[in-house]
């Protein structure tokens, strides 16, 4: 706790006045875990900081509630989190005719979001431009990062990494809207200033709301170490998966068109039971809601996205309100995925005209699309009963929420000068309400968090869903495969669980190139393929899930990115998952078909001198064995004569 204490933790403004020059009455409570700080004003304003020690970080968050009978002042530049980081003596620095040694100074890998781009979620520390290197945080420097439109990874993504002779940390925004960051290099710190990004309001009498929240965990060793140790501390304290009576790994779904009658989805799910095909959930993706909507053979065609914000199923598609879908789902021994997109309202649909009041006023009113007001009661209320009725009587698992429009602009259309942020606090605070009332009502449900792809992962949406489709660089169906290669590099540094498609070809190389912690396949979604026809695409199929199968266990502890983020064909792209807890791991190498060479040998992580190591060859099961001391001093040499190939090694330590 004495991290906790010695930091100021939050700031602000208080009429104008600093936070250190205020009068309040301060009370403490503290246990082993925990302490929470109550900051009591003259005037009712209460701000209680409650933070949280886990075994390797800390985290916490502000409530801000008004106790009194009139409006509060005005509160104004409020950080969420204000802190400084003790790190290494660094000197400003100073031109000299070389660059400065790499380890000698600060670098700070701040990950991109998502942009439909190969290198999402990708850090660079050692880019170099402007005779600088990009990722160094020199003495006297400040860095500044915000998303852009309101959804927490668009354009960038809430998450850090700075590091400096072998010790660093690694902190999280928690916030699902418009947070920014500051991160400035001291002498003897790095001070760190995160918040809401437009801050300037009164709380109402009897008001309390939620900030942003922010976890920060130092550690000691290598960037790659600090990244396991973070991918750890996420999967043991920030997410749902493998708790009591919900999924001990992330789902692997076959994706149906919504749009497709039902007669033809359950011919699908036939073809999935006579093939063994080991899928565990089909997953229904958009196109099967308006009462008036007409079935389409995919997302191309039709009216169906003028529907959204219509939540009835559409009787010309499914004509028995999908319980026969779901029935046939789980007759055939898988769980039922489908989608909705609660947020984002289509004004021409009935619930705007019924309830115009539980939505934004939109910046422009010829804007179609209209934001539900989650901070609203009526509206939430709403929203909340008609996603319990669907679960309860359809009979979904696996709760999929997208969100494709930028918030921002209706959020500060609607904010009086008084009340800047507010209406973007309320709604954000609203989202976790749904999302945590959903999981409390139903002890068995997931959720698959969706923005136009990965566009809104941060801390936050991590504790309560998975991101199974964490990019739509993946939607076309002959995607260019090199990306989600990449993506393979830089997802899975900061989180130990998200999931994406492989397009539609029956090809390995591709499909191997998806294979992630959740996978997604879409063979069966569009009703111009037909799905089951061909015997021996089946097989190929049956085989390539059932490796799926093997891989994924190995992908939940350690990764090692063995090669750089490039979508270059002339190169090879490799990776390494390791799980100590059981001493085997999982070797991925792929050859592209410009790269001119045929052998690669690379370094391989978390090896130990003393040991043996055994290897085994996904295509042909051949076993061979090396020395942990041989592996350190020469590496790990593989061979591939075919370009555009693609090898899988399972290993383990005797």
């Keep these: 706790m004495e991290f906790l204490k010695s930091q100021k933790r939050f700031d602000f403004v208080y009429n104008g006045m600093p936070f250190e020059q205020l009068s309040f009455e301060t009370r403490q409570q503290e246990s082993d875990h925990q302490l929470i700080t109550e900051y009591l004003f003259p005037d009712g304003l ?9 075994e390797n970080a800390f985290e916490w968050v502000n409530w801000l509630e008004n106790l009194g009978s009139a409006p509060t002042g005005i509160i104004s530049q409020l950080e969420d989190a204000s802190v400084a980081l003790p790190m290494d003596h660094e000197e400003p620095l100073a031109w000299t005719a070389f660059h400065p040694a790499f380890e000698e100074h600060t670098q700070v890998y701040a990950p991109s979001g998502s942009t439909w781009c190969f290198d999402e979620f990708n850090a660079f520390a050692d880019r170099s431009a402007d005779n600088r290197y990009q990722g160094h945080l020199y003495c006297g420097n400040t860095r500044r990062y915000a998303t852009n439109g309101g959804r927490s990874s668009n354009k960038s993504a809430p998450f850090f990494h700075v590091h400096k002779g072998g010790k660093g940390y690694i902190f999280a925004i928690g916030w699902s809207g418009q947070w920014n960051c500051q991160i400035t290099r001291r002498p003897n710190d790095v001070e760190v200033k995160t918040k809401i990004e437009d801050t300037h309001f009164r709380l109402l009498p009897g008001e309390k709301f939620r900030t942003s929240s922010f976890v920060v965990m130092p550690y000691a060793g290598s960037v790659r170490e600090g990244q396991n140790q973070w991918r ?20 692997l779904c076959a994706s149906i068109w919504g749009g497709m009658k039902t007669e033809d989805v359950i011919k699908r799910i036939h073809a999935i039971k006579k093939y063994e095909l080991p899928f565990e959930y089909i997953w229904m993706d958009a196109g099967w809601y308006g009462i008036d909507t007409a079935p389409t053979p995919d997302e191309f065609e039709g009216d169906w996205g003028n529907h959204t914000g219509d939540w009835r199923v559409s009787p ?9 879908v779901a029935d046939a789902v789980h007759a055939a021994g898988m769980k039922f995925l489908l989608w909705f997109e609660p947020e984002r309202v289509i004004k021409s649909t009935p619930l705007i005209q019924a309830h115009p009041e539980y939505f934004f006023l939109p910046p422009d009113e010829k804007e179609k699309n209209r934001l539900l007001n989650l901070g609203h009661e009526e509206a939430w209320e709403d929203c909340f009963k008609m996603l319990c009725t669907m679960i309860e009587e359809t009979g979904i698992d696996f709760y999929r929420q997208d969100f494709n429009m930028e918030p921002l602009p209706h959020w500060r259309h609607n904010d009086r000068e008084d009340r800047r942020g507010i209406s973007e606090i309320k709604h954000i605070n609203g989202l976790y309400r749904l999302w945590d009332a959903l999981l409390s009502r139903f002890p068995h449900l997931m959720i698959d968090n969706c923005a136009s792809g990965g566009r809104r992962i941060d801390i936050e949406t991590l504790r309560r869903s998975i991101p199974l489709w964490r990019t739509d660089y993946c939607c076309p169906a002959d995607y260019l495969v090199e990306g989600a290669q990449c993506h ?16 539609r070809p029956y090809d390995t190389y591709r499909i191997r190139s998806a294979y992630s912690p959740a996978l997604t396949t879409n063979y069966t979604f569009s009703q111009r393929e037909n799905f089951g026809d061909d015997g021996e695409k089946m097989a190929w199929l049956k085989e390539r899930l059932e490796e799926y199968l093997k891989v994924r266990p190995l992908m939940t502890e350690d990764f090692y990115p063995l090669s750089q983020v490039s979508d270059r064909k002339d190169v090879w792209c490799a990776s390494q998952f390791d799980r100590p807890s059981r001493g085997d791991g999982m070797l991925q190498f792929f050859r592209r078909e410009d790269a001119p060479y045929e052998t690669a040998c690379y370094a391989l992580c978390a090896i130990d001198p003393e040991k043996d190591y055994v290897f085994r060859d996904a295509d042909d099961g051949r076993e061979f064995m090396i020395s942990g001391a041989e592996l350190k001093e020469k590496g790990f040499s593989i061979t591939m004569k075919e370009k555009r190939s693609s090898k899988l090694y399972f290993y383990y330590k005797k």
């Excluded at 209460?46 to 886990?54: C, L, Q, V």
């Excluded at 750890?232 to 789902?251: I, M, N, Q, T």
């Excluded at 010309?316 to 026969?324: F, T, V, W």
């Design 232 to 251: 750890k501390l996420v999967k043991e304290h920030f997410s749902l998966v493998g708790r009591p009576g919900r999924d001990a790994y992330g789902p």
């Design 46 to 54: 209460k701000i209680t900081n409650i933070a949280t020690k886990y």
């Design 488 to 503: 393979h590099l830089s997802f899975n540094q900061w989180m130990p669980f998200s999931g994406t498609g492989g397009g």
């Design 316 to 324: 010309l598609i499914h004509s028995n309100n999908l319980k026969d």
